[in-house]
């Protein structure tokens, strides 16, 4: 056995950001560990980030092009790959023009500014993320009401968190590390957590609000009840920062009475006001929140009253509150991407880019409307896809129409590690590195003030970055790029003065923060102040003042549905095993959770002849799902908890069993179900019914 050499770089196995030490022996990586010196994981990993040594070598891992044909898959090089992709691209420009291609990615793997600068250059407004629901808009929805993403300040210790429907412990999603919260929490900080569930969060909770899932706008108008009735929020702020407060105020004494909110939501009314007393008087608070509020139909007004309960109680750009961070002087991703490159004449054929109009501010489109376009050839024909790190026929609402439209493209093209459901579907398959196979200045387009060296310790196979694809690719589609990868880093770190060999060993950059930059120059929006009532939406023609849209699939929009589906769908239950439909094949994980649950209340669970382990039908009227029974206290007899993302790799057959577990054969992906404004899919709370799976 050879020298170990230690290589500091930067994990992606979720969503980032995680200081890496990997142990590479003989140039294969033989161990990871977290990087003590990391400035925000502080030597902290997750289980999907140890376990990446067993994604990188797995042996179904894919490490070489392919291309199917009437035989199956079978291998071929990397010209042949790129330029027959290139050549089926620009036969469907010359005939339906670049519109008619989508371009789509999943969470991402960091190459969000490539992916959109590949997009923005081939000419298709048609770019489809997960953004329509996750990040993306929460971004949207902050940018047009305070101008900015405010993240909660865990560094200067808050006194007091709302844990709003996010445990950052098993995620660490985005801005956001487990560790760093829990070191808050150790500190003595006062914890309200808002869940549905009973967790290990709730359960040291100071105050467990147990809400209806998809009535957190509700909710927070409840807050914001007892803080005006009760005079708690801080008078000078609102007077000097806070445009549409009175009209605000109106909405939220006639609309929104604690008796009225506890009816919604079933929080009863005390438990209300003392959440709300207790985030609206203990200095400095912060309030985390989670994509269980975007995937909603409420998911731009729940962001824009979060926004308005962190600005009413002078916690917004406070020490310890929420706070806009300063990042370091890189250039930004939206300058990368091109964005200018896409003329005005194709930003006009955006899909529902006039029915959405907040979501195509954001440059992205709903997948409904790449879907209906694919299948009914509406409002103009969509011939051709490339979708990288993505498997939508998993993770994506409506699965069964998903799956249909993808089989009718008449070319498809798949970056990843592995054949998922939806990479079976492909033409052409271009085999991803994984960030242990990546140089990049990452965390670029976050908004927690920082960057990150993530540096390419070994290659494994044919494998590219995704970096190095869109950029080749892009290239033989007559686009502009820089030569290589690490001279397109160059230019990112310009500004900066510094060159990628010279970042690469410094690790990471810092902006240089400051608090209260309002009272220099307000906030970045038409009105320089905190918008409740919004001057961008008004235009649009949308309600101005956020409210609570009661969920389109409940017992209370749709009592005639309640007989034959009496629950709750809480779906997209998250594990610290599985990043969305990832990990179902590695074995350290799999062998932790080995198969999808769904949580049932006991009385449910014997109202149904269920027991524990057994499994479970669940249905609704889009189709039905089967998981393993895990009965649970900690959640309402009317509700039923199920993970999402499940297929099967060790399946044979070219599905993978995608339609057998997947909850996303029961989510609706109808536009009346949408967030009106953003295009958000309203994933997580639909009606179900259960029953036991008599052939198992």
């Known amino acids: 056995m050879g020298e170990v ?3 500091k770089t930067v994990c992606r196995s979720c969503h980032g950001g995680c200081g890496v030490i990997a142990h590479v022996n003989g140039g294969k990586v033989v161990k ?18 140890l376990a990446i040594t067993q994604v990188a070598y797995h042996p179904d891992r894919v490490l070489h092009p392919m291309k199917k044909t009437d035989k199956g898959w079978h291998r071929i090089s990397w010209d042949e790959a790129l330029d027959t992709t290139a050549a089926r691209f620009s036969e469907v420009i010359d005939k339906y023009g670049p519109e008619a291609i989508i371009v789509g990615q999943g969470t991402g793997r960091d190459y969000e500014s490539h992916f959109s600068r590949f997009g923005n250059l081939l000419g298709t407004p048609n770019i489809l993320t997960a953004g329509h629901m996750c990040y993306l808009s929460r971004t949207g929805a902050t940018l047009i009401t305070c101008g900015n993403l405010p993240v909660c300040d865990y560094e200067n210790n808050p006194e007091c968190i709302v844990m709003w429907a996010v445990n950052p412990l098993w995620t660490n999603p985005d801005e956001y590390k487990g560790v760093n919260f ?9 914890l309200i957590v808002i869940d549905p569930r009973k967790d290990f969060l709730s359960k040291r909770a100071d105050l467990w609000l147990q809400v209806r899932p998809g009535t957190d706008a509700a909710l927070a108008m409840g807050f914001f009840n007892v803080i005006i009735e009760e005079e708690l929020y801080d008078r000078d702020f609102v007077l000097a920062h806070v445009h549409g407060w009175d009209a605000f105020v109106e909405r939220v004494k006639m609309d929104y009475p604690l008796k009225r909110v506890e009816e919604i939501t079933w929080v009863q009314q005390d438990l209300i006001r003392k959440a709300a007393r207790l985030y609206a008087t203990t200095k400095p608070a912060g309030i985390h929140w989670g994509v269980p509020t975007e995937q909603t139909n409420n998911c731009t007004d729940f962001t824009r009253i979060a926004v308005g309960l962190m600005a009413a109680t002078g916690n917004l750009d ?20 091109a964005h200018k490159a896409l003329s005005a004449e194709q930003q006009q054929k955006r899909l529902g880019g006039e029915q959405y109009k907040l979501g195509a501010r954001m440059t992205f489109i709903t997948p409904k409307c790449a879907w209906d376009a694919i299948l009914a050839e509406k409002p103009y024909p969509v011939k051709a896809g490339y979708l990288v790190g993505t498997n939508p026929v998993v993770s994506r609402a409506n699965a069964g129409e998903v799956y249909r439209a993808l089989k009718k493209l008449d070319f498809l093209a798949i970056s990843d590690f592995f054949l998922t459901p939806t990479a079976e579907l492909a033409d052409i398959f271009l085999p991803a590195g994984t960030w242990l196979e990546q140089n990049h200045v990452s965390e670029n387009w976050k908004r927690h003030g920082y960057v990150l060296a993530r540096q390419k310790v070994v290659e494994i196979g044919e494998c590219w970055q995704d970096h190095k694809i869109f950029m080749e690719l892009g ?8 030569d290589t990868v690490e001279d397109a880093l160059g230019w990112l770190l310009e500004p900066t003065g510094l060159t990628w060999e010279q970042f690469k060993k410094i690790g990471y950059l810092r902006g240089d923060m400051r608090y209260y930059k309002y009272k220099e120059r307000g906030f970045s929006t038409p009105t320089r102040k905190v918008e409740l009532h919004s001057s961008i939406l008004d235009k649009w023609g949308f309600d101005p003042l956020p409210k609570y849209t009661e969920i389109p699939e409940s017992p209370v929009s749709r009592p005639d549905m309640v007989e034959k589906y009496p629950y709750i769908l809480n779906a997209g239950f998250r594990t610290p095993t599985f990043f969305h439909s990832a990990n179902r094949n590695i074995p350290w994980l799999r062998e932790i959770r080995p198969d999808p649950i769904v949580e049932i209340h006991p009385e449910t669970a014997a109202h149904h002849g269920i027991e524990e382990g057994d499994w479970v039908w669940i249905e609704s009227p889009r189709g039905r799902a089967k998981e393993r029974a895990k009965l649970n206290d900690g959640i309402d007899p009317r509700v039923i908890v199920a993970e999402h993302g499940w297929w099967y790799p060790e399946m044979n057959s070219p599905d993978h069993g995608w339609d057998i577990s997947n909850i996303n054969m029961l989510t609706d992906n109808s536009h009346e179900s949408m967030d009106p404004v953003m295009g958000a899919t309203n994933l997580r709370v639909l009606l179900c019914n259960i029953s036991p799976c008599e052939d198992e």
């Not at 990087?35 to 980030?49: N, R």
């Not at 300063?326 to 990368?336: D, L």
């Not at 290239?475 to 820089?482: A, D, H, L, P, S």
């Open 182 to 190: 829990w070191r808050a929490y150790e500190k003595g900080a006062k």
């Open 32 to 49: 990871v560990e977290g990087d003590p010196d990391s400035p925000i994981s502080h030597g902290a990993m997750c289980t999907k980030g």
């Open 475 to 482: 290239k033989r589609m007559g686009q502009q790029w820089w």
């Open 318 to 337: 406070a020490p310890g509150g929420n706070v806009f961070h300063v990042p370091p002087p890189v250039r930004k991703v939206s300058e990368f991407s």
């Open 5 to 7: 050499m230690k290589m």
